[in-house]
C-alpha cells in the first residue's frame, strides 16, 4: 500500500431542521393552539483516532465528506429527527489544519480520541414555544441554523518513542526489521525506503515503537531529497539515534552532526511563526545537557512576555549514535580508530554549536557498534532504549497553536464599506439612486448576529419583532448606534463558513 501522509479534503456539516407554525385541530383541544414542533439539529463533522490505521489513502480520491441535515418540525408538537454526524477515522498523529488559515484544529493522538472539526446547525424552535397569554398564536417560528463548511489538510505525524536517522544506505531498514516486527524493503542502492517504516519492539517486557525514515541528505530542511517530506514524523520521538556505516569511514564520519542541523532548522522553521495565546515568539534556542549520563537535546521557545523574556521548555531528545555494519568490517581495531575520529569531531561540532563540553568516554557511553544484518550488538543497543524510556520523563509540548472552530469566523466588528457596496446595490435595485446619497452601507461578521439573521423568518411582523429584540439583548445594538449606524442605512451580512448561502442585506430600522 502506498503511503499517504498529507490530503486536502472537504467538510460540511448538516443543516438544522426548520420550524413549522401549525395549529392544533381536535377534539378537545382548543382551536387554533399553536403545535408546530421543533426540527433537529444538523450533524456535526467528527474525527476519530484509530490505531490499526496508519495513512490517509482513503481520502486521497473523495474529497467531499457531508453530515446528515437535521429532519424539519412536525404538527402536533412532534419534533424532527436530529442528523447523523459524520464520523471521519484517521491514524494516531494526524494533525487537523484549516486550509484557509492554517492554524491548527486538533491532532488526535488517542485510539478512540473524538474531536469536532464541524458543528452542525442548531434546530428550529416551532411556533408552540413562542406562544404566550397575549399572543396565543404566534404566526412565526426560527428556521433551522444552516450547516457549515471547512476545506481542511490532514497531515499525518506518525507517533514513534524512538526514531532512526541517517543517509540513504546506512542500514536503517535492515536494523528496524532485526529490532522489530517492521518489514521494511532492503536493497543495495540508494533511497529503498521511500516511506516511513513504523514498528513495534518488545524489550525487557515494555513495548515501544521504532520509526525508519526515508534517507535524509544536507539541505533536507529546505527540500532537497526525500527524507524532508518525512521529517515530521520524527519529532515526537522521544530518543534519536544517528545511524552511521562503518563501512564507509571518511565519507560518512560527520553525517550525524550534518543531519542533526538539518532537524534543528526543520523544528526552527516550523516553530518561529508560532506564537502563544498571550505572548509572542521571540526565537527558539537549543541546548544540550548530560543528564544521567545520557545525551540530551532541550529546544526551548522564548517568549515576549510584558516585563521580560519568558523561556519554555518545548522538547526533550535524548541522542544515542549506531554505529551499523559491523560485520562488513569485522575488525575491533578499525571500529575504534573510526570511533575516535566520529567523537573528535562531535565533541568540535557540540562545542561550537550547543557550547557543550562532550568527552569521548561520555559519547563511548551513548554508542553502540551493531549490525542489523548478523543482529550483532542491537541487545544492548534496544536495552539502552527500553530502560530510559522506563526511567526519564520526556517533554513533548509542541504548540501547534490549537483554535476553536468558532475562532475562524470573523472577530466581531462593523465596517463602513459605503465607497465599495452601494453602487452594486444601486445597479441591482436594491437601493433607489435618488435615496442612496443618505444611505451609508456597513459590513458586519458578528457570529451571532449571523446567526440571528439567518434563523429568522423574516417578512412578518411578529417574525421583525423578535429579530430586532434579539439584536437588542447583543451589544450589537448599541454599539452600531455608537459607530455610526442610522435609520434606513444598510447592513450587509457576511455568512462566514455557513455553507449553501449567500450574504444578505437588512435594512437598519433602529
Do not use: C
Amino acid at each position: 500500500m502506498k503511503f499517504y501522509d498529507t490530503v486536502k479534503i472537504n467538510l460540511h456539516s448538516g443543516k438544522g431542521g426548520n420550524w413549522i407554525v401549525a395549529a392544533r385541530r381536535e377534539a378537545k383541544v382548543a382551536y387554533g393552539w399553536p403545535a408546530g414542533g421543533n426540527g433537529g439539529d444538523g450533524g456535526d463533522v467528527i474525527f476519530v483516532g484509530n490505531d490499526d490505521e496508519n495513512t490517509l489513502q482513503k481520502y486521497l480520491f473523495h474529497h467531499d465528506y457531508k453530515a446528515v441535515d437535521g429532519e424539519p418540525g412536525k404538527t402536533k408538537d412532534q419534533y424532527g429527527a436530529g442528523g447523523d454526524d459524520l464520523e471521519l477515522t484517521v491514524p494516531l498523529g494526524t494533525i487537523i489544519r484549516d486550509q484557509e488559515s492554517g492554524l491548527v484544529l486538533h491532532q488526535i493522538t488517542q485510539d478512540g480520541e473524538r474531536r469536532t472539526a464541524l458543528e452542525g446547525g442548531q434546530w428550529g424552535i416551532g411556533n408552540m414555544h413562542f406562544a404566550t397569554s397575549t399572543n396565543q398564536y404566534p404566526e412565526y417560528a426560527l428556521l433551522g441554523e444552516p450547516g457549515r463548511t471547512r476545506s481542511v489538510v490532514l497531515e499525518l505525524q506518525l507517533l514513534a518513542d524512538v526514531a532512526l536517522i541517517g543517509t540513504p544506505s546506512v542500514g536503517k531498514s535492515t536494523l528496524i526489521n532485526a529490532s522489530s516486527n517492521a518489514k521494511a524493503k532492503v536493497a543495495a542502492y540508494h533511497f529503498t525506503t521511500l516511506v516511513p517504516n513504523l514498528g513495534m519492539v518488545t524489550k525487557h517486557g515494555q513495548d515501544f515503537s521504532m520509526i525508519d525514515i526515508p534517507g535524509l541528505i544536507e539541505g533536507a530542511a529546505d527540500g532537497k531529497g526525500l527524507g524532508n517530506a518525512f521529517l515530521r514524523h520524527i519529532l515526537k520521538a522521544h530518543i534519536r539515534n544517528f545511524v552511521h556505516d562503518l563501512s564507509q569511514y571518511e565519507t560518512w564520519m560527520d553525517d550525524g552532526t550534518k543531519l542533526l542541523s538539518e532537524i534543528q532548522q526543520f523544528i526552527t522553521a516550523k516553530y518561529e511563526h508560532q506564537n502563544d495565546r498571550e505572548q509572542e515568539l521571540d526565537h527558539i534556542s537549543y541546548e544540550v545537557k548530560v543528564i544521567d549520563g545520557h545525551i540530551h537535546l532541550l529546544v526551548r521557545a522564548h517568549f515576549v512576555g510584558e516585563k521580560e523574556m519568558k523561556k519554555h521548555l518545548l522538547l526533550d531528545k535524548m541522542l544515542l549514535w549506531v554505529l551499523n555494519k559491523y560485520d562488513l568490517v569485522n575488525d575491533d581495531e578499525i571500529v575504534e580508530e573510526y570511533k575516535h575520529a566520529m567523537f573528535q569531531h562531535v565533541i568540535a561540532y557540540f562545542k561550537k554549536q550547543f557550547d557543550a563540553d562532550l568527552t569521548e568516554e561520555l559519547l563511548g557511553q551513548n554508542t553502540f557498534v551493531v549490525s542489523g544484518a548478523t543482529h550483532y550488538g542491537t541487545d544492548a543497543w534496544l536495552s539502552k532504549m527500553s530502560e530510559r524510556l522506563q526511567s526519564h520523563e520526556f517533554i513533548n509540548e509542541f504548540h501547534l497553536d490549537l483554535i476553536e472552530s468558532e475562532e475562524l469566523i470573523h472577530e466581531s466588528r462593523i465596517i463602513d464599506i459605503t465607497e465599495e457596496k452601494l453602487p452594486q446595490l444601486i445597479e441591482e435595485g436594491y437601493v433607489e439612486e435618488g435615496d442612496s446619497r443618505f444611505l451609508r452601507v456597513w459590513s458586519v461578521s458578528s457570529p451571532d448576529v449571523i446567526r440571528a439573521v439567518y434563523i429568522t423568518m423574516r417578512g412578518k411582523e411578529d417574525g421583525e419583532q423578535w429579530f430586532w429584540e434579539y439584536l437588542k439583548k447583543l451589544w450589537f445594538l448599541d454599539e452600531a448606534t455608537e459607530t455610526g449606524v442610522r435609520y434606513g442605512d444598510i447592513i450587509v451580512i457576511d455568512p462566514g463558513n455557513y455553507r449553501d448561502t449567500e450574504e444578505r442585506f437588512v435594512q437598519w430600522m433602529r
